[in-house]
């Protein structure tokens, strides 16, 4: 009878009814004023955490594999001091087995002397007090500090918690007259996206020029010294390369040993000279038919030429990748920052235009090249999620609408159920925050709380529908005003309502907790407790001067 009472007054009072509204408006733009102002941030999906990581070393081209030693040496002995670190696996010029990220972050296509994977084991999530991801940013600095050796690029590379992609933020650029221009341009972007607080690992994956040196055989000085021209080029081989000569047949082995026979480490030039090339040439002699020995120097000529640059392409378009990753940030603030930063810094030289959502467009006032800046990656998938689901999120509004329409021939009272199930966002937003406060790490509005969002729409809708047929009921049956029809009505149906609302409370909290499904659980929890009170107050305010057209 309190409650009854309490509803009544309300409604009786046109002044109680406006400060009903006048709460609810306040709460839902304090709710929205929320993103602007980044005290909550959204995300597709939080980091995960999982017991291994991977780390990814990218020495410039032309490297030795004794540099991309030195540094897979280094970050192994970092790393290793790391209480929580199990068990470390080295690729040197391959990549590792493949897995879930690296599926799309061209691991299998690595090849070269100057590129290295680490596989990093870590101990199990119950026997650390730490998360992955966190460890991950607690070591990252120290690695890269000490360890970037040779100019080297140290990437820190985690098990994606949704569906893999080459890196948080990729910065496609396309466009301009050459590689040469194209890559100058993604040189720029990647000084602007180093200058983000919150993204790291930031890499331009384009080859950079250097020297190659080029070795031709004089065929006539071979043929003269008495020396056949495949005699020279299998020592060539064989003193570098190596080669597989025969094979060694055991009994109890299954399959036959191959001799694999090269030089030992005086192959290896003492640095990449021209000079030391030459010099190590002329320790390697062949016999010449005759019996002289004959060094290989004498019939090779070394040119230095700049190695051509591997070009990638993305429907037939020619482009480089700028890729970055965040530090416990969402990916569209720093994106964001640093958009605003290319439109401030890069309109002196550069025209800007504005195209599709985020992405840019570039014209040179001097050269008059054009570039286009698009962003990829997990950016680009979260951006479309939210795309997708706000979209089913309207259609579903706009579907109960006219649901609610055909039910009660009235659009009004329609649009106030509507407006009622919108209100909910009060809720899912509030709990975030709170839930933000309260958690150590950031607390993100994810595509699984937007998930959660559109199933309470169902819930408030039918709330509002139980309270506006039993009102209906109670005015024909009992000849109650339309008020205390509302009120005894909104007071009845509390009890049902609040057990559904604590029923949901209940279970949702079992996900609450889950790196994943977090967001579904607190949006579930928060939504149903706001829709008990937009259900008790906001509901009969906002359908007690539409009532009567119904009954």
Known sequence: MKLENFIFNILESKAKSFLVYFITFVLFALSIATFPNEIIKAKMLPSKDSDTFSIYVDLKDGSSKLQTKEVTRCISSKLQKNEFVTNISIFIGEGQPLDFAAMVKQSALKDKQSQAEIMVNIKKAENREITSYNLISNIRENIQKNCSLYEANIKFIELPAGPPVLASIVAEIYGGNSFETRRNFSLKIAKILKEQATLVDIDVMADKDYIKYQLELDNN??????????????????????????????????????????????????????????????????????????????????????????????????????????????????????????????????????????????????????????????????????????????????????????????????????????????????????????TEDTFYLTATSLIGFIGLIGINSRNSTLIIDFSKQLVKEENLSINQAIARATATRSKPIILTVLTMVFASSLLATDAVFGGLGVALIGGTLISYIVSMFFVPVIIKNQLHKII
């Open 221 to 438: 000085k071979i043929i003269k010294s008495g020396i056949s021209l495949e005699q020279v080029k299998n020592i060539l081989y064989l003193a570098y390369e190596g080669m597989e000569i025969s094979v060694v047949n055991e009994e109890k082995a299954e399959n036959q040993i191959p001799i694999f026979l090269r030089l030992d480490d005086s192959r290896l030039l003492e640095n990449s000279t021209k000079k030391s090339l030459e010099s190590k040439l002329q320790t390697l002699k062949l016999v010449n038919n005759q019996g002289f020995m004959i060094n290989l120097a004498s019939f090779i000529t070394i040119k230095e030429i700049i190695k051509e640059p591997t070009l990638t392409s993305k429907n037939l378009n020619m482009m480089i990748n700028v890729i970055a990753e965040t530090n416990k940030d969402s990916q569209i603030y720093p994106l964001l920052d640093s958009r605003n930063q290319m439109l401030k810094e890069l309109e002196k030289e550069f025209i800007i235009t504005k195209t599709n959502m985020l992405n840019l467009s570039f014209e040179d006032k001097n050269t008059k090249e054009k570039f286009d800046l698009v962003f990829d990656g997990e950016l680009k998938v979260t951006i479309d999620t939210f795309i997708d689901l706000g979209g089913a999120f309207i259609i579903a509004l706009v579907l109960i609408f006219f649901l609610m329409v055909m039910y009660y021939k009235s659009f009004a009272l329609s649009g106030g159920i509507v407006l009622a199930s919108f209100i909910s966002i009060v809720g899912v937003i509030f709990a975030h925050v709170i839930m933000d406060i309260i």
